[in-house]
């Protein structure tokens, strides 16, 4: 097995770190280059930095929030959130971002993803999937993709849209359960074991971790290759040393 990653989620709102449950009832958790900053200090394997309305206010990611932590992160670093083009792609790695990260996007324009994963490189690409999980008698998709902040169902389900988008050259996965997300109660462990089985890239599970055990889970059942996580770091309630602590004593290699 190779070195699981743990990644610290800034979903962004207003120029501030945020959190919320299942997408919504957002709660301030601090400043944006501060956490970064403690972040890296403490020894995350990578920042994910997502523009959380972008999309939905119909406008591009805002550089001025991205550049003030690219100035300061020390680890590679995602960012997320209003990216709809090429030309996009390249005014944020042109500031120092490492990846960039597209959904709504790549849903609507999948030929982005082979465009970009040929301009810049498939290491340099992840697509992001927003998933949700429907009841048996809905006549939807078991595990349906979902795009603008969750707030629109596609009727894709996400295993083939995940297939489609590493065949077309994503370079990984972020997979986020909306259902999950906030909640505290551990990852869609259905959802992430169906996508990481089904593709041959990382998958970074994210939406739920609340626990250390949850982490554990995300990695042997869920098959992740990174586990991301939010509100646990923003609100001190793990920190990074403990989780990798914890992981490498329950055998699962990580980078100390």
Known sequence: MKEV??????DIKDGRVVKGVKFVNLRDARDPVEAAEAYCREGADELVF????ATVQN???RLEWVKRVCDVVTVPFAVGGGI???????????IGVSKVS????????????AEAARQFGKEKLVVAIDGRKNPPESNRPRLEVVVKSGEEPTGLDIVIWAKRAAALGAGEILLTSKDADGTKEGYDLEMTRAVAEAVPIPVTASG???????LYEGVTIGKASAVL???????????IPEAKKYLKEKGIPVRM
């Open 5 to 10: 990653s743990i990644i610290p989620c800034l």
């Open 50 to 53: 997502l523009d959380i309305f």
């Open 59 to 61: 406008r591009k990611t």
């Open 84 to 94: 709809g083009s090429i030309e996009d792609m390249k005014a944020l790695f042109d």
């Open 102 to 113: 597209i959904n709504t996007a790549a849903v609507n324009n999948p030929d982005l993803i």
């Open 208 to 214: 739920g971790a609340g626990a250390l055990e949850h």
């Open 229 to 239: 996580a939010a509100s646990i770091f923003h609100f001190g309630e793990i920190s």
